[in-house]
């Protein structure tokens, strides 16, 4: 199956400055990337995906790049800012239907 | 958002005791899901349906039982064969099953063993 490998597990920046997550994963594959926030106690919501026929997409504060050969995908967060602190993760669905798997988590701390 | 319901938020189970946890969603989503998360982890994959009436085993489907039997509805008991159930439970949709399809999560279940 799919293995998913997110670093760094967390993250301080200071406010204004630029964060990025890194995950791997294995299943040569896995065609879809999605990137999920997750707030203390809430539920983990879409904020960015990608999809293997593209390299990077981009939404106003928000990047993710892809990899394919070195099957590797990164978020990049610029101008942060307090509300970005949350836990991010990273998923991969692997070869079959829409099961996907998660990596560790960023916890994202940024302070003002 | 709104159209997926998880209930109840929070939940105590003394051991040996079996618990079901529901999951209800209004967006007409054929596919369904439920993940598990521990403290300071990422999400795994208990079970999954594709379609109502089928669901197949994630990774770590030991000690879980689900049933679909209408579109809106999977919910997920939690049986004394599950060790360490304490943890946080989410449910998600996607409108189809086929890779790349978003998906939605509920607000979760918070299970504690007493």
């Known amino acids: 199956g799919e293995n998913v490998e997110q670093h760094p597990s967390t993250l301080s920046v200071q406010e204004g400055d630029s964060a990025v997550i890194k995950c791997t994963y294995s299943?040569?594959?896995?065609?879809?990337f999605p990137w999920y926030k997750q707030e203390l106690g809430k539920r983990p919501q879409l904020i960015i995906d990608?999809?293997?026929?593209?390299g990077e997409k981009k939404d106003q504060r928000i990047a993710v790049t892809l990899n394919k050969t070195a099957k590797h995908f990164s978020l990049h967060i610029t101008e942060t800012q307090p509300e970005d602190s949350a836990v991010y993760f990273c998923a991969a669905p692997g070869a079959a239907g829409n099961k996907l798997t998660f990596g560790g988590g960023t916890r994202v701390l940024v302070k003002p | 958002d709104g159209g997926i319901t998880q209930s109840p938020k929070y939940l105590f189970r003394k051991e040996g005791q079996n618990v079901t946890l529901s999951c209800e969603q209004n967006l007409n989503h054929d596919a369904m899901y439920w993940y598990r998360q521990d403290p300071g982890q990422g999400l795994r994959l208990i079970y999954y349906?594709?379609?109502?009436?089928?669901?197949q085993k994630g990774d770590i489907a030991e000690g879980y039982s689900v049933s679909r039997e209408k579109k809106e509805s999977f919910p997920l008991t939690v049986t004394s064969a599950q060790k360490n159930p304490t943890a946080f439970y989410l449910c998600?949709?996607?409108?189809?099953?086929?890779?790349?399809?978003?998906?939605?999560f509920g607000p979760g279940t918070r299970l504690t063993v007493l």
């Open positions: 998600a949709s996607s409108r189809y099953s086929g890779r790349g399809d978003e998906q939605f």
């Open positions: 990608i999809r293997s026929n593209v």
């Open positions: 349906s594709q379609i109502v009436n089928d669901f």
């Open positions: 299943d040569s594959a896995s065609n879809y």
